[in-house]
């Protein structure tokens, strides 16, 4: 199982640098654009996009550069993302699902991620990298999931606690391992007993708004 998660995890480490290297195919002027030396070059601005959660951008900021106190400003990201095209992210979003997702056993066509019963709310525009995290983390909790012991019970999980795992797995700044990783997705994973007499109270949440960045 471990090996799968590292599989997972270079495969979109790959599909990043590979992007990162030949970055002129997005970039609004790609003579000019990122060729100065920053702190937020084109490989990091990806990153803070893809690890972006629903914080406002200078604790994002603070958060993705462990409270370094050169973080970067607001408005310098703010200026590093304009030079960027969104079909950067459709790319890397197309390239890493082929990657790692079977062409076979359609459905009605489609290729299933997964059928799951979380109420993560995201938007699926493939040129959104937050669509592209989903995907990578939901990857990485399906096959925990199949892996499990006594699978033949139906089991539930906090996919928003299992995101949080694999996005700072990722980050890979709090030295988790793939284990580390395993354990800690199951722990959230829970067996579904059907006709209980106490059901869970589950509270749904709001999606979270991003319009606010646009600008």
């Known amino acids: 199982m471990s ?20 970055p002129c195919l997005f970039l609004r002027n790609p003579n000019v654009d990122f060729s100065r030396k920053r702190k937020i070059d084109f490989k990091t601005f990806i990153g803070i996009m893809m690890n972006s959660g629903g914080a ?19 408005s310098a990201f703010t200026q590093q993302r304009s030079k960027v095209l969104p079909e950067a992210f459709e790319y890397l979003f197309k390239s890493f699902t082929d990657d790692n997702l079977p062409t076979t ?16 709310t995201i938007a699926t525009n493939q040129k959104d990298a937050r669509l592209l ?6 990857l990485i909790t399906t096959h925990v999931i199949k892996q499990m012991k006594n699978n033949d019970k139906t ?10 795992i694999c996005r700072e797995y990722l980050r890979n700044k709090r030295n988790l391992s793939p284990p580390d990783v395993i354990n800690l997705i199951e ?11 106490d059901p869970r ?3 749904p949440q709001a999606s979270v708004s991003f319009l606010y960045r646009v600008a």
């Open 3 to 22: 090996n799968y998660i590292n599989q997972v995890s270079d495969s979109l480490k790959n599909h990043i640098s590979e992007l990162a290297n030949n």
């Open 56 to 74: 406002t951008m200078s604790k994002e900021l603070l958060d993705f550069f462990d409270f370094n106190k050169n973080t970067p400003s607001v």
């Open 105 to 120: 056993n359609n459905y009605h066509g489609y290729r299933l991620i997964a059928c799951e019963g979380s109420n993560l």
């Open 133 to 138: 995290l989903y995907n990578y983390c939901e």
């Open 155 to 164: 089991k539930q999980v906090n996919f928003t606690i299992a995101i949080y």
């Open 187 to 197: 722990k959230h994973v829970l067996p579904v007993r059907p006709g209980r007499k």
């Open 201 to 203: 109270k589950v509270k």
